[in-house]
């Protein structure tokens, strides 16, 4: 099934003013044209998963190259951007850095597709192509793609962060002494505390001479 994303950037309008769409007039079409540059944009929203990503708005440096060739404009570069999000053992903020290298071919408008189809198989369906809107492209997706694929999946503040402590949710990176040889937490004592009270209710009733020889029976 094609990537949602991909199909909208395929049939969206683009804005010229936006900071990720790029203008390749400068750079023509005849094959082996190249143009480089740096340029830093603010991030766009939705650019991570659950446990961390890019804040939207954070500014994301670019580096580019653009080249022309028969089909269109190849675009290869390098995305660095801040990361802010939440330690998966010990659930504290944390912040770092993503580096993605990407590279993405879009294809002229009326460039010739056959290309495309000359392997009519089962992946035929998978294979997605960006277009240029006249002499526009949109990197966003592609920024996108690369930046959420670069992210850790289980992110962590260090790499032998120790977590909670699985009894008391005590964060063992700040006592790494931490013990358990009695119970320390107050709301534990107090349920344990209870517990006994009933317990010894129970007893207390069991004992009461007035009903341990009552007989049920009339005499």
């Avoid at 994303?5 to 010229?16: I, Y």
Wanted: aromatic share 4%; with cysteine.
């Amino acid at each position: 099934m094609p990537d949602r994303r991909k199909q909208e950037a395929l049939n969206a309008p683009l804005d010229p003013r936006s900071p990720l769409v790029l203008d390749t007039r400068e750079l023509g079409r005849r094959p082996g044209a190249l143009k480089r540059f740096s340029r830093t944009v603010p991030a766009p929203k939705d650019m991570g998963i659950e446990v961390i990503g890019v804040p939207e708005g954070a500014p994301m440096q670019l580096d580019l190259r653009l080249e022309s060739v028969m089909e269109g404009v190849l675009v290869t570069g390098t995305v660095r951007a801040p990361l802010t999000g939440e330690c998966v053992r010990c659930l504290e903020p944390l912040e770092q850095e993503s580096e993605a290298d990407f590279q993405e071919m879009f294809s002229y408008p009326d460039a010739d597709d056959r290309s495309r189809f000359a392997d009519a198989g089962d992946d035929a369906e998978d294979e997605e192509t960006f277009h240029l809107e006249g002499d526009l492209l949109d990197l966003e997706p592609v920024l996108r793609d690369a930046v959420v694929l670069s992210l850790p999946l289980q992110p962590v503040c260090q790499e032998d962060c120790p977590g909670l402590c699985p009894r008391c949710g005590a964060r063992l990176a700040d006592d790494p002494g931490h013990d358990h040889n009695e119970a320390v937490d107050i709301r534990w004592a107090a349920l344990e505390g209870l517990a006994g009270t009933l317990r010894d209710g129970e007893k207390d009733e069991d004992n009461d001479p007035r009903t341990a020889g009552d007989d049920p029976q009339e005499k």
